[in-house]
């Protein structure tokens, strides 16, 4: 009995880590597609260092529609242009007199703080398409492009700040409180943007995971949906199939406990012949049926002797679709989509005692 619940476990969990693969294998696909890892950087960066689009806006995502339109589909793209020039040798200082805009309280000229740290960055960027491809940028790598624009000012890091305060910059508030704890000192002032850029750059990596969850939710009930995977009856079936099998064993071991089962199975498939019967029931599995109900199923010959066959199932599927009976079975597998694949290969590998190789 303890095997017959074991083979049910290992079943489901190879089931879930099937479906939870194809999402994710979906969704990054997705992402490596329209670059998303890179736009999100870019997002923040941009909110960070010019401010959103339009007052009172950001470039960061702010609702979950507009992880799945704004960010992937919107034209105003938020990273730089890919330069495939080297960087230049030296830095020009920001065009800005902070001195004049304070004086005739004019609106400064605006200044792409933006595409000025892609400058000093460019040389860790390689071509894909016509914009960066950057979606990770090391802190050490952020603070040495800082002490790069500070070097082009004339009042150092003071000249940069007054310069980021004057065109209205999010970044002079930032960097003018790492200075201040840095007392001033260049060298403290390089480790405190490296801590600081860290930091920023967890809580991107939890704002960016906390979406992705609601991706893979949607990806994960979309394709159970389609597939129509009810994992309450998968399970059933597992159990049945298992049931069935100990029969068969049963009998070639001169049992007759499992012929009532044989019967019942042979009765229901309509198979005349018992060992044509077996024959069947052991080539297809359960595991095997798991996408039997799918809106359009693959039938693969168990002899070879044909090629696979693909099979509209638009009434049956909609008629489970829309079958109250089911809806707990697709919930329970819409949920256990979103543990994600390796937390059902770590599960699989326990079962089986399948032995990591970090062991």
Not at 88 to 109: H, N, W
Not at 266 to 283: H, K, L, Q
Request: charged letters at 20%.
């Amino acid at each position: 009995m303890i095997s017959v619940y074991i083979d049910l476990a290992i079943g489901l969990v190879l089931a879930f880590l099937l479906l939870s693969l194809l999402v994710s294998g979906i969704n990054e696909a997705f992402v490596r597609l329209f670059g998303i890892r890179s736009k999100f950087l870019w997002a923040y960066i941009r909110d960070t260092m010019d401010g959103g689009p339009q007052e009172g806006q950001s470039w960061i995502p702010a609702k979950i529609s507009d992880v799945f339109a704004k960010l992937p589909f919107s034209r105003d793209d938020p990273r730089p242009r890919h330069d495939p020039d080297p960087a230049l040798p030296v830095v020009e200082p920001v065009p800005v007199d902070p001195t004049a805009v304070l004086a005739t309280e004019a609106p400064a000229p605006p200044v792409d703080m933006t595409g000025r740290l892609y400058g000093r960055l460019q040389e860790i960027d390689h071509p894909k398409g016509t914009r960066t491809s950057i979606a990770n940028i090391p802190p050490e790598r952020f603070s040495g492009a800082m002490l790069e624009l500070v070097s082009a000012e004339e009042g150092g890091v003071d000249g940069l700040l007054a310069k980021l305060e004057a065109i209205g910059s999010p970044l002079a508030g930032h960097l003018r409180g790492v200075w201040e704890g840095a007392q001033r000192d260049l060298g403290k002032f390089r480790k405190g943007v490296e801590g600081w850029f860290d930091g920023e750059m967890q809580r991107l990596s939890t704002l960016y995971r906390r979406y992705v969850k609601w991706v893979i939710f949607a990806l994960g009930l979309v394709l159970t949906l389609l597939f129509s995977m009810d994992a309450l009856e998968y399970g059933k079936t597992l159990l049945r199939d298992n049931a069935y099998r100990a029969g068969v064993a049963a009998i070639a071991g001169g049992s007759e406990d499992g012929l009532s089962a044989l019967r019942d199975k042979c009765a229901v498939d309509g198979a005349a012949e018992p060992y044509a019967c077996v024959t069947e029931s052991f080539s297809s599995p359960a595991l095997v049926k798991i996408f039997d109900h799918a809106i359009v199923s693959v039938t693969i010959p168990p002899d070879g002797s044909a090629d696979p066959s693909f099979n509209w199932n638009g009434a049956a599927w909609w008629e489970r679709l829309t079958s109250p009976g089911h809806w707990p079975g697709y919930l329970v597998s819409v949920v256990a989509l979103l543990f994600g694949a390796s937390f059902w290969w770590d599960i699989l590998r326990r079962l089986t005692g399948i032995r990591s190789n970090r062991a």
